[in-house]
């Protein structure tokens, strides 16, 4: 099965907290994500436009996501960032009914490692991926850039993180 892998924003365009940087955090988990995807059979594509800021890399990752009408799910890889450095967990976004059962599917994997928000999962409408993209798809955030644990989590075991949204899609690929 066909699976994307989209880096969330561009490169230096995203989040920065505890000295790193958003897509960059998101690069490395993406990498493990595809690995993990290969090794079990799956085709991964992972998408990424880091030369085209943010606005460019939506619109280019939306239409490259669409060209590949077979794929069964696309995941976009985000870190939160908030203002309060104690804000931390991790969520995942959705918009459309299979989408919730994927966002749910993986949060109960991210979010056992990256607890901390009340709400796992959340409808997110006005997302520009979510609604311009045709395979089911979600966001996860990955934890907070802002939170030295989270940060720490993604950056030193970001194969720990690939793996628990590897769980969900594959759960979610059950259901199918
Ligand atoms: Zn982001």
Same mark, same amino acid.
């Given at each position: 099965m066909k699976i994307l892998i989209d880096i969330g =924003?561009?490169?230096?365009s995203g989040a920065r907290g505890n000295g790193c940087e958003e897509h960059e955090l998101c690069t490395v988990i993406g990498r493990e994500l595809k690995a993990i995807f290969e090794a079990r059979g799956d085709e991964a594509v992972v998408i990424d436009f880091p030369d085209r800021g943010n606005a460019g890399d939506l619109a280019a990752t939306a239409q490259e996501a669409n060209r =590949?009408?077979?794929?069964?799910c696309g995941i976009s890889l985000h870190m939160d960032c908030a203002e309060s450095a104690g804000a931390r967990g991790g969520h995942v976004c959705y918009v459309s009914a299979r989408g919730k059962e994927l966002a749910e599917a993986i949060a109960g994997h991210l979010c056992a490692l990256l607890p901390g928000r009340a709400e796992r999962t959340v409808k997110r409408s006005g997302l520009y991926i979510l609604k311009h993209t045709r395979p089911v798809w979600v966001l996860c955030e990955?934890?907070?850039?802002?939170?030295v644990g989270d940060c720490a989590l993604a950056k030193g075991r970001p194969r720990e993180v690939a793996l628990a949204i590897a769980r969900g899609v594959q759960e979610f690929l059950r259901t199918e």
């Open positions: =924003h561009a490169e230096g =590949h009408g077979d794929a069964v990955c934890g907070f850039i802002s939170n």
